[in-house]
């Protein structure tokens, strides 16, 4: 059994594809319309034939407080794996993304959480 397939709900799928793939770097696999919405998932470029992120409507009820809870408390919706936290934490710093943890050592990795601007809170983490 492998993960084929994750998840993030996102507020605005175009929004979302965007910051995806112009801030974070990754790459659009799949855009189906699917009446309101699209089944829209993007890929490492390091790995296009990898685990697909699916850019979730965040359309049903429960998401909102959910995401919301999440924020409130700091809580990453996911994690990103980079070889260099404190580089892409620069990098994206410069593209004007808004970071509510820095980069912060805790034991074996180091991780730093950023706003993907679509209601999720997201990190990085990189194994030290």
Known sequence: ??????SVLVDDQAKA????TEVLGFVKKHDIPMGEFSWLTVVSPERPDGVELVLEPSSHPAVGPFKAALVEDGIP???FAVDDVQK????MRALGVVFTQQPTEMGPVTVATFDDTCGNLIQIAQQN
Do not use: V
């Not at 059994?1 to 994750?6: D, E, H, P, T």
């Not at 594809?17 to 995806?20: A, E, I, N």
């Not at 892409?88 to 990098?91: K, M, N, S």
């Open 1 to 6: 059994m492998i993960i084929n397939l994750a």
């Open 17 to 20: 594809l965007k910051f995806y």
């Open 77 to 79: 919706f996911t994690s």
């Open 88 to 91: 892409e934490y620069e990098r």
